[in-house]
């Protein structure tokens, strides 16, 4: 065609018909249900040039609202964070940006020593021995985990919490739908939220793959019993597996130094945009161990030398998925790894260094206290409905109106309020999950204390 991009001719459109033995595109969709199948055609705009265009879209844009204008309290898996300039500068590279799977090392050495330095940053965080590169995000992660914990056990049996994300949850159980691996809920204590470990104790047996845990939990406050819950694990040889918002480390014990098996979580926060909930990084690591490497997931990446030694270099040295190997003995189908992301996370996190981690961590959790202590004082709220030590997020409820009511005000008042869990949770009641980061200034809680105190007191 000497319009390649220009939609078919009608001509065009009838010849490939013919083809395929057809006579109307229509019986292409006829396997469609005709109740939902389109009527009419889209009312579409007619065609303008490039500056209408471009004018059009800005206007639209305009309509945005920025952090600084609308300061948003949702978290619940991906949070809101300051992105150095450098970290976007670097990603946007030729170099990492246009590449795809380093195949041929020889000409992927860049991208390689990247995505080696990632491996061994987020192996050092979670204080486990080796980190893959990388996974499709936190849920994905989850996914994999129990699928390789049921593999390396041989046995059926996946033991997540109560309080767990739900979109998490969904995830994990369409992994285990095809190898009948069976997920079983535990409890939490009403008053604390912690993990019923009376439950768990009676739950665990010789059939349990694994027991997964998150710290903090998907409602924000610190799994206190990580030691109790990882004995119970291993005493009946389950693995234990716990899930993290890697900012949290920067405060709390690497979930290796006290008995993670393997290790999943959200890589988001670590130079990467919110972007309307993605692109997302799944971090996934494990320990050190013949029967987990061979294993694990996705893609490692080593550190080698040259025939005659004189100079080291970088390769794939594990890649278990069914493009390299017999399916029947591929570990895993991903394919289109978050090489980006883990490369915009490297570089956050050297940037950062430990001690700007834990400076990150400090602030963000001081300001989810100082918010708890001005919300707490309000008539008609309950403000963290378990007693447990949080970390940034925090639950809020209720006693009469509704949730939606009060965020509906809120965005009235410019803020975006917190995540609504009454669906996630309905025992909860009208109940919110609250996230706050560095990027929240005092005036900004400050601000929602006093709008969510004018909206409740006034009885909205």
């Keep these: 065609m000497a319009h390649p991009f220009i939609p078919n001719t009608k001509e065009t459109r009838e010849q490939m018909l013919r083809e395929i033995g057809l006579s109307d595109a229509a019986e292409l969709f006829k396997d469609i249900p005709p109740e939902v199948r389109l009527k009419n055609r889209l009312n579409l705009p007619p065609a303008m040039p490039e500056l209408a265009v471009s004018n059009h879209v800005r206007a639209i844009l305009s309509k945005n609202r920025s952090f600084t204008k609308m300061p948003t309290f949702l978290g619940g898996g991906v949070w809101p964070h300051y992105l150095p300039a450098h970290v976007r500068q670097v990603v946007k590279r030729s170099e990492f940006l246009t590449s795809y799977t380093p195949y041929q090392p020889e000409t992927s050495q860049g991208m390689l020593q990247a995505l080696f330095e990632y491996q061994s940053l987020i192996a050092e965080l979670v204080g486990l021995d080796v980190a893959n590169a990388s996974m499709y995000d936190w849920a994905t992660s989850l996914g994999e985990a129990a699928l390789m914990c049921a593999r390396i056990t041989g046995r059926g049996k996946f033991i997540v919490p109560r309080i ?11 992994y285990a739908a095809g190898p009948s691996l069976e997920i079983v809920e535990v409890g939490y204590d009403s008053e604390s939220g912690q993990m019923d ?4 104790d009676g739950m665990v047996d010789k059939g349990t793959a694994g027991v997964y845990v998150e710290n903090p939990s998907y409602l924000g406050f610190v799994e206190t019993q990580v030691d109790e819950i990882a004995e119970i694990a291993h005493k009946n040889g389950a693995l234990f597996v716990v899930g993290v918002n890697p900012i949290s480390l920067g405060l709390l ?9 393997i290790v999943i979580g959200e890589g988001q926060p670590l130079g990467n945009p919110v972007s309307f909930g993605g692109p997302t990084l799944g971090i996934f690591a494990c320990r050190d161990e013949q029967r987990f490497l061979r294993q694990l997931p996705g893609r490692l990446i080593g550190m080698t030398k ?6 080291r270099g970088f390769t794939m040295v594990l890649q ?7 399916r029947e003995k591929a ?16 570089v956050y996190l050297v940037t950062l260094g430990p001690r700007g981690l834990r400076q990150l961590a400090e602030v963000c959790a001081s300001n989810a206290s100082y918010l708890m202590k001005r919300l707490e004082v309000i008539d008609g709220l309950r403000v963290s409905i378990f007693k447990s030590p949080h970390f940034n997020e925090f639950t809020l409820q209720r006693s009469s109106g509704s949730i939606s009511q009060l965020n509906t005000e809120l965005l009235k008042r410019g803020i975006h309020g917190g995540k609504p869990l009454f669906r996630e949770f309905p025992e909860l009641g009208e109940s919110a999950l609250v996230c706050t980061t560095e990027l929240h200034s005092k ?5 929602f204390a006093e709008a969510v105190r004018e909206i ?3 009885g909205k």
């Design 443 to 447: 005036k900004n809680l400050d601000d």
């Design 331 to 346: 570990t895993s189908n991903i394919c289109s790894n978050e090489a980006l992301c883990a490369v915009a996370a490297a």
């Design 306 to 311: 040259t025939v005659d030694g004189s100079a």
């Design 320 to 326: 278990t998925r069914e493009q390299h190997i017999r």
């Design 197 to 200: 470990l009376s439950q768990l």
């Design 164 to 174: 767990v994300s739900k979109d998490r949850l969904s995830v994990l159980k369409n």
């Design 253 to 261: 014990k690497p979930p290796g130094d006290y008995g993670a098996d």
């Design 456 to 458: 409740v007191e006034g």
